[in-house]
């Protein structure tokens, strides 16, 4: 701070708090960063409680949601992508959760809202939405994966940020039904094994799904960190799957059939089945992999003009359990450093890592994470991925990704297979 | 269901759903349960991606923070309550989270923010927001609470549901720099023990807090519930005390003083302050004590026309650390019984409690909650309180509240000691 500087400051009679500093010390920094004489907001009295009875954020703040004109024909069976780069936790704004739908999204009247349970049960049942929010309860925080998160990547297109690579990714607190209280309450018939979910919107999906992970920790979800389940995100009531991959949380539920075997619809035997280099089908994939992203840096956030000190911080999750280590390399896999896991460490949830590194300008740098889970699965390369699973696959992709810190510091996208 | 509302359904192609129901069983409730015939959103397109880019909730949600017109003068010195009853896990959304300040919401350019830390200091800093993202930071889950909450029914009010009676608490889970990073680049100077924390609103609102706090847990919050502190909250930055008292929480943070000895502010000698029964003063009151509320049944949820099952569910949390155990009671603290708490058990979050029970119509019952924490300590009566701290205080009320269930279902703020 120049001596000027400071007397203009004091002589202007910034405040106490400055005065106090310009007496006593030095400032650290550049003395660009001295905060603005007097601002207008310290000697206004600003908007009064309950000017929002129902918050937003500040009209400085632009994270948004977005999504790729070319990827799909129109925008109502379409992707949008969550904005990783602005995240700093582990949980998801509900404003900014990533969106799959295939026929829109319905605008469903509470009060009209039914689920209904049949098929192989003792007791057919349908549900109101207050008669499910009566039963017995859970919350949980889950993260929730599209199977085709990275599936541009597969088959080499590099796109421009976190938030199109892995942005297909959120993680909620979300409450709800149990389904073994619901299945109770029907009472399974002999030979149940297996059971429908059909979503009520127009495009009606449905998946089949192993009854054995019914009954363990899915649920009919009505709320969402800590409020109603979003319009995008299924209003008023959706499927649940902790660890499984996202399109079989069916959103807008409206009915579980039980039965004793899949019903192979269309969604299983063209949508969401991967063709194999020997030209067979591979489907039913229900568990996500392990998996991991590194989200500072990262294209969106470069390190331009920012050498020295850079927390490397992302997040790491796995549809098996909690993730058990992630591993950060700076060298493109040459060596390998063991990132801190931000606790809670949940079991199917997001979990953050951090790691400290030093950047020197004019030094390029290939920045990679690797993420274990509690199961013993690992991260394979891009390259082992496409051995296996041949180029014609665009779902369940968790391979190792790859930023390119540039010697000028921007942050770019590349695959070094 | 009635053999002809039963074929009118299928006559009408209600679909295969309904379809199957309907031949292979009798529907469980009431056939005023069945959904509506081919409702407009299954059979119509709804809109698409990023409609919202930055999503809302369903235009059928109401939920709203709520303020008292008598309990304040203005509304730019008042505060607001978050609708517990209508929360559902654990996380607050940021929209319903309680407002209290003291001169309005500054309306604050991020590239404008300061943050100087000052003092018995080595270096004086001034922070930008964008260095503060720079640092290393933690994100974890933490409650916010107002040491005023159940203020009014502790001179003797009763208010008319949760909202009013303990809504002065949110949770969220918070990101930013931890202060023992900030002071290590300050570099404390002997003999410093104690900081003072300064709000860059008009109200200047300013604690003198423990270094030692500050060392400990304390950190300088940008990020709140995955995205940016919202401006009820902070924005762009404020202070994060786990598990102390919510006015030291301070919002718009401008400047953190060290030094050796309390300033004793105006809000420390009168604002925040208790008078005893003996006519002292009692000050410095840091750690929340150990609370809890039942949201489920509640004033604002009664049981009218509900006979039968009810998942008794509440929030409990403790400034001193992690939940231990909730007892609950339904006739009014003559017998307990222990409640489920819901993982994860966070120290210094709310911990939601939950237990079955069944409700008769006719059958009044008083409904209790009383919580214990891993320290040790357990939620006093009311008279306890009252003997102990007078009648002249409104803070640190964490006394048994008791909900009364009349015998048509109503629930009703009552005071039985």
Known sequence: MTASRRRLLVAAGAGAALGAAGKGAQAAGNPDNLPPNQPEWSRTLGPGVIEEAYGTRSRHETAARRYVPWLTQDRQSSVSFTPLAEMNGIITPSGL?????????????????????????????????????????????????????????????QMSGV?????????????????????????????????????????????????????????????????????????????????????????????????????????????YADLMPDGLSRQFTFVNEVNSCITNPCPEKSLRGRPGFVEISGLAWSGAGRIARVDVSVDGGDTWRTAELQEPVLSKAVTRFRIPWEWQEGRQAFLQSRAMDEAGRVQPT???????????????????HTWLVDRDGTVANVQID
Chains 1, 2 share one sequence.
């Open 97 to 157: 959760h990533f969106e799959r739908h295939h026929g829109g999204v319905p605008d469903i009247d509470p009060s009209d809202y039914r689920l209904m349970i049949h098929g192989m049960v003792e007791r057919p049942l349908v549900f109101t939405l207050e008669d499910l929010k009566r039963l017995p309860s859970v919350s949980r925080i889950h993260f929730l994966e599209c199977p085709a998160n990275g599936g541009m990547e597969w088959r080499g297109a």
């Open 163 to 271: 938030q199109y690579t892995h942005g297909m990714l959120s993680c909620s607190e979300w409450t709800g039904v149990p389904l073994k209280v619901l299945l109770a309450a029907a009472g399974l018939r002999p030979g149940a094994s297996w059971v429908l979910a059909e979503g009520g919107d127009a495009s009606h999906l449905a998946r089949s799904i192993p009854l054995r992970k019914l009954l363990d920790d899915a649920f009919i979800a009505f709320g969402q960190n800590g409020e109603a389940v979003r319009p995008q995100q299924g209003y008023p009531a959706r499927l649940v799957l902790p660890g499984y991959e996202g399109n079989m949380w069916i959103k807008w539920i409206r009915r579980i059939e039980v039965g004793d075997r899949p019903w192979f619809t269309r969604w299983e035997t063209r949508t």
């Open 382 to 400: 891009l390259d082992t991925l496409r051995r296996v699973r041949g180029v014609e696959s665009i779902y369940h992709k968790n391979s190792i």
